[in-house]
């Protein structure tokens, strides 16, 4: 059975997740982690309107 049409608000971002496969170790460390919560961050001021 195919998967339910999602709603799609133009222009908005409405769901991000982080997954690996097969249920491994994204991030090596704390620093890594932050590194991407940075990453986030900086998009989200940039695109942010």
């Known amino acids: ?6 709603a ?3 222009g908005m971002t409405y769901h991000a997740i982080n997954r ?3 249920g491994m170790q994204i991030f090596d ?12 961050k900086d998009a989200k001021e940039k695109f942010d309107r």
């Open 20 to 22: 690996a496969n097969a």
């Open 8 to 10: 799609n608000v133009a």
């Open 29 to 40: 460390n704390d620093e890594d982690y932050q590194l991407f919560e940075n990453a986030l």
């Open 1 to 6: 059975m195919p998967r339910i049409i999602r």
